[in-house]
């Protein structure tokens, strides 16, 4: 972190736009790590925030990680001066039900800062990187997200968004 820190604040001292491209995980709270992460984050313009999965179980079966780091990460975020894009690739019978779509999308709405969400169809483009590697594929045998499908299953995480955006400015009132 400490060199990531350091080629930040060059790069803003320079007047050049930076970008976090982070999985969250790892996140959190002792003192010397929010230290760390704060500076990091005072020389960051934009954070783009992965979310692999919104419900627990299945994103620890997805990942071999736990999210409550992510999404304490993308909540402790939301207060900062920076720009937050989510971004959520959809995998067929994986990360693409109505309810988990639903459920991601309401948690996002409660972000202040966030400025795009990005729903990335998955594709099957690595196959190769882990066959030469000789590693199992962790997705073996699931096809690539059609990308016509992406529309409608990015509407799902609307309707969360708007629902917990609605929500929250009726409790303001």
Known sequence: KEFVTELFEKAKAEGIHTCLDTSGIGFHTKPSYLTKIDRLLASTDLVM?????????????????????????????????????????????????????????????????????????????????????????????????PKDRVPALRAEIIKGFKDRRRELAAAVK
């Open 49 to 145: 925030l992965d979310i692999k999965h919104i419900d627990p179980q299945k994103h620890l079966e997805l990942t071999g990680q736990p999210n409550d780091e992510i999404l304490a990460f993308a909540r402790s975020l939301s207060d900062k001066p920076l720009d937050l894009w989510i971004r959520h690739v959809v995998v067929p019978g994986v990360t693409d039900d109505p309810e988990s779509l639903y459920r991601l999308g309401y948690f996002i709405g409660e972000l202040k800062n966030l400025k795009a969400l990005d729903v990335l169809p998955y594709h099957t483009l690595g196959l190769p990187k882990y066959e030469k590697l000789g590693i199992q594929y962790p997705l073996e045998g699931v096809e690539a997200m």
